[in-house]
């Protein structure tokens, strides 16, 4: 199957104000909502992991049902809760630990007949659930994630959650790339779109869509995990693995989800902008399918959920092509990062700052 998630799928503004849906064109911005959002605190892996209960829920139209309700249940608990490609195993395995998604604790419920004919009212949908919650003594606010999913398609959409909320929806044929990819929205990240720069430097960039695809968050689908800055802003990481480089030298990475200095995050004098390099080696979950070679982001802002993918190589516009070469290296604002070589075990990369 195609992977277009971000063509795709559509995203809102945080509720409870201006629910806008987006359609999300590979060239439009995200519709976060654009204020700032800190990085949050490095975690220790070993700190006890933060539960993320679930409750999924099937819905019925007026003038439309789930042919098989049975099946799209346990459909549900197994794009949720399975052991297999699943929202549980992809964000156990790209937070190290740090959150779950127990199937204990969540819940698949329905089909749940809604007084509405079919359509693609989100808003309406929401309103008609959360009532329902209700008066089934069901307190939304138990739940990290309300799931909506409903059997009707046809909406411009592959699936839509609220940035920083709880919420989304998925039509009928959803898939478990698309469900985890909603679920990273309500998690407070962003689109991850490419700007394809000219060789050595980070001005004069162009739009390149998704072409990365080194994130859940940016087409890559449910084989790849999430890239340094996404990590960054949901503190998914220890202090010691970010390393903040001070002076200029070489600085060795391991892989993004190997244990170790998995990755730099550079600040930019005279701006809250911030360059992250990162070493992305294909093989082991969550990167099974990624892209491998050292890559480099712009954070614009200090806001990591709206952070740049850098392809530094613009003439070659394939899926992967995005990593520096080796040997190759650009420049911005008096930093310069290149890249020396990388083996199975990591990346040497040489920062040059201005003030040193
Ligand atoms: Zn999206």
């Given at each position: ?54 409750i999924a829920v099937l819905v019925g139209f007026t003038d439309k049902r789930f042919a098989d309700p049975a099946a799209e249940r346990a459909k549900a608990r197994d794009a949720f809760f ?135 968050m940016g087409g890559g689908g449910p084989h790849v995990g999430l890239s340094a800055p996404a990590l960054v802003r949901l503190g998914w990481h220890t202090a010691a693995e970010r390393v ?113």
């Amino acid at each position: 199957m195609k992977r277009r998630i971000p063509s795709l799928v559509a995203a809102l503004a945080a509720l409870p104000v201006a629910v806008l849906p987006v359609a999300a064109p590979a060239s439009a911005a995200h519709a976060a909502p654009d204020r700032p959002v800190q990085a949050a605190p490095a975690r220790p892996a070993a700190a006890a992991p933060e539960e993320r209960p679930v409750i999924a829920v099937l819905v019925g139209f007026t003038d439309k049902r789930f042919a098989d309700p049975a099946a799209e249940r346990a459909k549900a608990r197994d794009a949720f809760f399975g052991s297999g490609s699943s929202v549980a195993t992809y964000f156990k395995t790209v937070s190290g630990g740090r959150v779950t998604f127990p199937s204990a604790r969540g819940r698949v419920v329905g089909p749940w007949n809604l007084d509405m004919p079919a359509s693609c009212d989100h808003k309406r949908m929401a309103s008609l659930v959360e009532a329902r919650m209700k008066a089934q003594g069901l307190d939304p606010a138990r739940y990290r994630h309300v799931s909506i999913l409903f059997p009707a398609g046809g909406c411009g959409w592959a699936g839509l959650a609220t940035v920083n909320g709880r919420t989304s929806w998925m039509p009928k044929g959803y898939s478990t790339a698309g469900l985890i990819h909603e679920i990273g929205h309500n998690l407070g990240l962003g689109h991850e779109a490419t700007r394809a720069c000219p060789t050595g430097k980070l001005t004069g960039c162009a739009d390149a869509g998704y072409r990365g695809k080194t994130s859940v968050m940016g087409g890559g689908g449910p084989h790849v995990g999430l890239s340094a800055p996404a990590l960054v802003r949901l503190g998914w990481h220890t202090a010691a693995e970010r390393v903040v480089p001070t002076r200029t030298g070489t600085h060795e990475i391991t892989p993004l989800y190997g244990a170790g200095r998995r990755f730099l995050d550079i600040a930019i004098p005279g701006s809250a902008d911030r360059l992250v390099v990162e070493y992305r080696r294909r093989g082991q979950a969550p990167d099974v399918d990624v892209a491998q070679g050292v890559i480099a982001y712009l954070v614009p802002g200090g806001k990591y959920e709206k952070a740049l993918q850098i392809d530094p190589t613009p003439e070659t516009t394939e899926k992967g092509s995005t990593a520096l070469p080796w040997g190759g290296a650009f420049r911005d604002r008096g930093i310069t990062v290149k890249v020396l070589g990388w083996d199975a075990k990591g990346a040497r990369v040489w920062v040059k700052l201005p003030t040193s």
